[in-house]
């Protein structure tokens, strides 16, 4: 459990070492592969939680122009933002589809996340998107954090159930 804690902090620390060399252009639409390589949580077993290792997954996260039928109902607050309107970092955002790989695209899962920029040679470059309202947090070519926590503290959940508790991490790549 420690080592999984530990982890967790280290995913959890932004380093300048993997920046997405890739994504330059405020608003160009990309797609990213993310592979999760290692899966832990708690599953509620008979009135208690119990820690357990979750299966792996693939996942395709595409960034989505806003104007798009595929962008659903996701409409971001910032547009045609300039890449020099921050010095040397700053944040916009962008609509994203967070999926499963080989399941189906549905518009209407698309959600607006914020995206960190910083300063790279004579632009910028996305240092990570924040989809914390899906449980992500990832690097388009980088890490990646997924988690899938809930508020149930009812010690009595009806039928004895609760949904899992879960946090994987892996990596991303941009698909050319």
Same mark, same amino acid.
């Given at each position: 459990?420690?080592?999984?804690?530990?982890?967790?902090?280290?995913?959890?620390?932004?380093?300048?070492?993997?920046?997405?060399?890739?994504?330059?252009?405020?608003?160009?639409?990309?797609?990213?592969?993310?592979?999760?390589?290692?899966?832990?949580?708690?599953?509620?077993?008979?009135?208690?939680?119990?820690?357990?290792?979750?299966?792996? %997954?693939?996942?395709?996260? =595409?960034?989505?122009?806003? !104007?798009?039928? #595929?962008? @659903?109902?996701?409409?971001t607050t910032l547009k045609n933002v300039k890449s020099g309107s921050?010095?040397?970092?700053?944040?916009?955002?962008?609509?994203?589809?967070?999926r499963r790989m080989g399941t189906e695209f549905y518009p209407h899962l698309t959600q607006?996340?914020?995206?960190?920029?910083?300063? %790279?040679?004579?632009?910028? =470059?996305?240092?990570?998107? !924040?989809?914390? #309202?899906? @449980?992500?947090?990832?690097?388009?070519?980088?890490?990646?954090?997924?988690?899938?926590?809930?508020?149930?503290?009812?010690?009595?959940?009806?039928?004895?159930?609760?949904?899992?508790?879960?946090?994987?991490?892996?990596?991303?790549?941009?698909?050319?």
């Open positions: 459990m420690r080592r999984a804690v530990v982890l967790i902090i280290l995913f959890s620390i932004p380093n300048g070492g993997t920046q997405a060399q890739n994504i330059e252009e405020l608003n160009k639409p990309f797609s990213t592969l993310c592979v999760g390589e290692k899966s832990t949580g708690f599953n509620w077993e008979q009135g208690e939680w119990v820690a357990v290792r979750f299966k792996l %997954s693939k996942y395709i996260i =595409s960034k989505i122009q806003p !104007d798009s039928p #595929k962008a @659903g109902s996701c409409k921050f010095q040397i970092w700053g944040w916009t955002e962008g609509c994203y589809n967070i607006v996340c914020p995206e960190n920029w910083e300063k %790279s040679g004579s632009g910028h =470059s996305i240092t990570y998107i !924040d989809c914390r #309202k899906k @449980g992500w947090v990832f690097r388009p070519n980088g890490n990646f954090i997924h988690s899938s926590i809930h508020v149930n503290l009812d010690p009595s959940p009806e039928k004895n159930y609760k949904d899992s508790l879960s946090i994987s991490v892996g990596k991303c790549s941009v698909i050319p």
